[in-house]
């Protein structure tokens, strides 16, 4: 009995997901485009997106996507609806340092990451809340809602980190494939979509195992910008969320064991 509210209770709060499910991929082209979206499955461009020059993009769940064209210490970064209209601009100092990757961070926050390989937690305004260096360059960034994942750049190895909001590392997972630098969390699977130099995309689990990949039509470019999802729907569910769902499940698991 109490399994089958527990199940019930996660289905309606995270929905059901069917075995392949295709999702598209924001994918920053080294500034030399705006972010170009892809179908994960049948790897087809479905186009690009927002301002040109860009690199790193975000999407906050409710129907906006941030994209930033970065330049050293004056990173634009811009909110558009789903229509590609911008709703909010502002610039994203960062101590001077370069926007490779972004990720949304819940509550109108984003993570970004720099050429420099810093990460930056900033609010809307590019006000900086946090930040941390990871030791690499032109790292990515992404986020499952509960930590934060990071990549070692073009020129680091073949591993991914896991990290608490604060930096500190959880564990090392390692992927056998060097220069990774934009990284993408899919949360309908629970698997990383990571970005390489000659316009490589590679899919792993969260064992660093090889799912797949393919090359863009951005072959020549550096994949250091990657999203996963789709406009409407957030990446992740945000950590408010989570903890909100633990608490539930911890409390009906109680009630139902009180009347055995």
Do not use: C
């Not at 809307?124 to 960034?141: I, P, Q, R, Y």
């Amino acid at each position: 009995m109490l399994s089958r509210i527990v199940l019930g209770l996660v289905t309606m709060a995270l929905g059901t997901v069917s075995a392949v499910e295709a999702t598209t991929l924001w994918v920053g082209n080294d500034t030399a485009s705006p972010v170009e979206r892809f179908d994960s499955v049948t790897q087809a461009s479905l186009g690009f997106f927002g301002q040109t020059g860009a690199t790193g993009s975000a999407l906050d769940g409710a129907g906006h996507v941030y994209t930033v064209a970065p330049s050293f210490g004056n990173n634009v970064i811009q909110k558009y609806d789903a229509a590609q209209n911008v709703v909010a601009s502002f610039i994203a100092a960062i101590n001077g340092q370069w926007i490779e990757d972004m990720t949304y961070g819940g509550g109108g926050t984003l993570w970004v990451s720099t050429f420099e390989g810093d990460v930056f937690h900033i609010d809307g305004a590019g006000n900086v809340l946090s930040s941390f260096t990871t030791g690499g360059s032109f790292v990515g960034v992404a986020t499952d809602g509960a930590f934060l994942y990071t990549t070692t750049g073009f020129n680091g190895d073949n591993t991914i980190t896991k990290r608490l909001f604060d930096g500190s590392v959880v564990s090392v997972v390692t992927t056998g494939f060097g220069g990774g630098s934009g990284i993408g969390y899919d949360a309908s699977d629970n698997t990383f979509w990571v970005g390489y130099l000659g316009g490589q995309l590679r899919h792993f689990d969260v064992a660093g195992n090889l799912l797949g990949g393919f090359i863009t039509s951005t072959a020549n470019n550096a994949l250091d910008g990657l999203e996963v999802g789709e406009i409407s729907e957030a990446a992740v569910p945000e950590p408010t969320v989570l903890t909100l769902l633990g608490v539930s499940l911890l409390g009906l698991a109680g009630a139902a064991w009180s009347r055995r």
